[in-house]
């Protein structure tokens, strides 16, 4: 158990909606991290926050976007779902000192 | 585009044998991280070696770094079935604290 939880476990949706994931993470945890992985493949990075504020993000469009908040609870908003949206989404925080990240379970996204 | 490049893709050797799985990246780093995943589930940090370490042990892991190779290895000593996972290396660039991950090897320990 590493303290980090995610809803939901699963989703399902169609081309064109938008979708909401949400992450909780370990009390004092000032850093959250949102990654995809796609099936056979490596995490790729989303975007971090840092206390609230955006202080990185990988190579996905804006319709990707993100919120932390102030009890250590995130979200990543993808707008505009397309089929190769589909994979595992992995939250992590890690405190301060940037060593080791703590993940959450993911959510599995479906888009039809 | 991911930094790191795990060697080989899957491993499956028998239980009690040793595994060893290889990862090279491409610019200079803080640290390097291994973890482990199972069945597409979320990943659990394994063990951290700086750019100033060598080697590292933890349990049946020991992990080298050869920043002038810019490579890492993992071996896990007297494997056994509940091994069987994908491990993936991370690398955490001088230049920011963003994790880059490879795409990471499948090891399956027969039991």
């Known amino acids: 158990e590493t303290g980090v939880t995610q809803s939901p476990t699963h989703l399902i949706k169609t081309r064109g909606q938008q979708v909401t994931l949400r992450c909780s993470s370990q009390s004092g945890h000032n850093t959250v991290s949102w990654y995809q992985q796609a099936l056979g493949q490596g995490p790729q990075f989303i975007f971090q926050y840092y206390r609230e504020e955006e202080n990185g993000r990988g190579n996905f469009p804006p319709r990707f976007s993100g919120l932390q908040f102030p009890n250590y609870s995130s979200e990543l908003n993808v707008n505009a779902l397309e089929l190769d949206d589909s994979a595992l989404y992995l939250c992590?925080?890690?405190?301060?000192?940037?060593?080791?990240?703590?993940f959450g379970p993911g959510t599995r996204l479906t888009v039809l | 585009s991911q930094q790191g490049e795990e060697d080989p893709q899957a491993l499956s050797i028998q239980e009690g044998e040793n595994a060893t799985m290889n990862c090279s990246y491409k610019t200079s780093i803080n640290n390097l991280q291994w973890y482990r995943q199972n069945s597409g589930r979320g990943l659990v940090h394994l063990i951290l070696?700086?750019?100033n370490e060598r080697e590292k042990h933890s349990g049946r892991l020991r992990v080298t770094l050869d920043t002038s190779k810019k490579s890492s290895s993992l071996l896990i000593t007297a494997s056994r079935a509940a091994d069987t996972a994908s491990y993936f290396c991370a690398t955490v660039p001088d230049s920011n604290y963003q994790l880059i991950w490879g795409a990471g090897t499948k090891l399956i320990i027969k039991p």
């Open positions: 070696i700086r750019s």
């Open positions: 992590a925080s890690m405190t301060d000192s940037y060593n080791e990240q703590f």
